[in-house]
């Protein structure tokens, strides 16, 4: 997996061969082991892929449920309006808010052992498939249309309430697959390449089987052939859940959580994510033309052959695209990448406008254009990734499953601007049937204007991430201070955890050997290289351009290291230690002085001066830190009015101690931990300032020793890894040769028989 980034560098000369060679014998060696310093095997991606086929096929029927303009089962076969459905979508959005909440529970408090996403991804996807099938197997044909209307609301949402629990779990596997960034786009992107075979295959077959049934606008094609479609995608769902692991640090401890709503307040203050959301948002019309491909075969060509073999040959564009994904990400980082895409967006949609009549030539356009997305599958997993690292690098928690129900405040905007699309279609009379398609007028006035809206959509799109600033090097340095702050925590908690000592300490080491080297002279070494291009030296040419990239990489982290700087560095500056101060005076005071506090500590705290960008911090700070207290005191005199009572420990581990070995003890254990944790999670949402101010003083008083006690850990921890590793290598080899001997003696049985 490692070598697996390296190949394309690999010098010219040693072939095609050579490198299909390497790649085989790369796969093979780290089949069932990562390769060192990797989390993640290939049988384990091949696992993850074969799940992703099996997520796909399953909701190609689950797909046709979705309310939407473009919808051809619902809107061109079953009769719905586009605007009805674009009203049934609003009313489901708005009853999803309570549905995340129920589901966020419910994940969140997952404790089995396939961890907390598994278990999801191998059942959730079978009340999905039997509900898609009951619902096409409907008498529609019979039926009012106000029927037509409740029994199309009832099912929608009924999928709606549970799809997220089967499709939302696997992308969530995705990201915690591995905890390495650059391992997990390598991961992503040969997991999507395997799973794009779902959306190839359904491409090719399904519309060439749809003219026995009588194509698309015929309800029998969904009945007939995307049915066992569904089925087999079950099958398949039980490869990733049987074969991936979720690689979450899970503490035998009890662990303090983050309430859903102030989880949600932690992720609105996030800059990124708000720039990711707010794209999504005015770059919703660049999907407008995603109906264009399959409408010109429908009702312009009508040759549902030609349109099956188109859609599998456009399927190899993806596939190509997450292909070279990776290679494009460790060029030009997330940022370019993204901006890049969009830039050649539209210009083949600028194009598409004046050519989209000739079906061949729109083809190859849309076919180009889908190469191009195809990049987004892959780095928008990957920047959604470094989103979070990033909350929890500003925040001090790890929050997965919140960022959805943050979504949900965007809501308002993304339902008034959904009826966009649906209004655009009625104006040119697509109502309860889309027959007026087979008008050329019609179609070409309405497709041109898909277009432009497309174009419209593109370029508001690109519009925010001008201001994005969360790049490769960024990322990096965030990582080393998670680490470094993990360090922290495990000295802290007495606990010693070899990787995270390890980590810690070649963090710290890693992160002071840049902030104190020389900054690189770039532009001698670029002049450098112009003149021995002049020269035509080829050996040293090629020698100078590797040491001035590897130079520009190094002036690039070098830039950014100010960010783990600024954390190892942060109680030599004057706020730090009046932030320490403060909480040793409330740590003085303790937990149950907090239900004492009056409304004065937040009005002295909007009082102070906020002339400077150091003053408005400490004010913004302070502001925050007497609302935490307030809410605290409100808890305490609510929870605890005769005074606060810790929770027993002792009950805590006893809970967690308890058997665990049949499905009644797991039960049992689950219920009693769940219980204990409820009264842990009160008690510390009450004290949480308290708790916030003892971690703040202990890593004030232990800052030095914690690096110093890092050090002289890191050998042990070294040595516990390697011997970990050899461990694991011994168990490999004797399954091995255990393997070999079985395989002998039915050689030698087989040749006694004969």
Known sequence: ?????????????????????????????????????????????????????????????????????????????????????????????????????????????????????????????????????????????????????????????????????????????????????????????????????????????????????????????????????????????????????????????????????????????????????????????????????????????????????????MGTASGIAMFITPFLLKWLGNKKLLITHNVLNIVFLLILIFTYRVPAIMFLLLYFNSLVNGLSIVYNQVMHSEVKDYQQYICGYRMDFVFGLAGMVTMPISLATGYVIPYVYEYFGLTTNYDVLYDPMVRNTLFTTLCVLSVIGAVLNLIPFCFYSLSKEKHQNIIRVLRYRALFDDYESGSFDPDIVKNGVEAVRSGLELAESPVPDLKAMRENVRRLRGEKDDTALSEAKKAYAQARRFAADQAEVGIFMEEFNKFDSPEWLRRVEEARRLLAGGPDDLARCSKTVLEQARALPKRTKEERVARRYDIRRAKAILRAGRRIRRYYPNGIVKPSEAQLQAAYAMPDGTGAEHKARNQAVRAIEKQFDRYYSCITPYTEAQKLVRSYETRDEVVAWGESQYDKACDMIRAREEAENEKRRANGKKKNRRRKKEDDHEEVHR
């Open 1 to 313: 997996m490692q070598r697996g980034c390296v190949y394309a560098s690999e010098k010219s000369g040693a072939g095609v061969g050579s490198l299909v060679t390497g790649v085989v014998r790369d796969v093979t060696m780290h089949w069932k082991r990562p390769a060192p310093g990797n989390f993640v095997s290939y049988r384990e991606i091949v696992s993850l892929g074969l799940g992703g086929m099996g997520n796909q096929f399953t909701m190609v029927l689950v797909g046709y449920l979705a309310l939407n303009a473009g919808n051809t089962l619902l809107g061109s076969t079953i009769g719905i309006r586009p605007v009805h459905l674009q009203v049934m979508l609003t009313i489901q959005t708005v009853l999803n808010v309570f549905f995340y909440f129920v589901r966020a529970k419910i994940v969140d408090n997952t404790r089995t052992k396939w961890g907390r996403f598994r278990p999801y991804i191998a059942f959730m996807g079978i009340p999905l498939a039997v509900l898609s099938i009951v619902f096409v197997f409907l008498p529609f044909q019979t039926m009012s249309y106000r029927d037509k209307l409740v029994w199309v609301f009832v099912f929608a949402i009924a999928v709606s309430m549970i799809s997220p629990l089967f499709t939302d779990t696997y992308s969530e596997l995705q990201t915690v697959i591995s905890p390495n960034s650059e391992e997990r786009a390598k991961v992503l992107s040969i997991n999507s390449i395997i799973y794009s075979a779902a959306p190839t295959l359904t491409g090719l077959f399904v519309p060439i089987l749809s003219n026995l049934t009588g194509g698309y606008t015929n309800i029998n094609t969904y009945r007939y052939v995307l049915a066992p479609v569904t089925l087999i995608g079950l099958g398949l769902n039980f490869f990733t859940a049987i074969g991936c692991r979720e690689r979450i640090v899970t503490s035998s401890t009890y662990v303090q959580k983050v309430g859903i709503f102030e989880g949600t307040w932690m992720i609105l203050q996030n800059k990124h994510w708000w720039l990711r959301t707010v794209s999504g948002l005015i770059g919703f019309l660049e999907s407008a033309t995603g109906v264009l491909f399959g409408w010109i075969y429908i009702y312009s060509v009508q040759d549902m052959t030609m349109y099956g073999i188109l859609n599998t040959v």
